[in-house]
């Protein structure tokens, strides 16, 4: 079975937010119970000293990986620290 790739960029909700923090978190609390893979995360600068974190996700290629995927991004909004989250990409990959 093959597997999607998703990019998720997550904006924090201010410059002072740490954002080792969220990644911990969403790697440890927030994926918890999710069929999910947290394979690397980026940075991204926006403005005002404001950083995107990119998530890369992988998630099986079925409809569960999907309702796990927007289970995922539901954690992070959920998060006071984090503003939005959008899936900025999706590919399948391991054919």
Not at 67 to 87: A, G, I, K, M, P
Request: hydrophobic letters at 40%; aromatic letters at 6%.
């Amino acid at each position: 079975m093959s597997n999607v790739l998703s990019i998720l960029k997550v904006i924090p909700s201010s410059p002072e937010v740490d954002r080792e923090d969220i990644v911990a978190r969403a790697k440890n609390e927030l994926s918890k119970g999710l069929n999910l893979e947290i394979l690397k995360k980026e940075e991204e600068p926006l403005f005002f000293g404001l950083y995107a974190i990119k998530l890369f996700v992988k998630t099986p290629d079925s409809d569960e990986g999907t309702e796990t995927l927007q289970t995922f991004e539901n954690r992070l909004v959920s998060l006071d620290e984090v503003d939005n989250c959008e899936v900025e990409l999706q590919t399948i990959i391991d054919y």
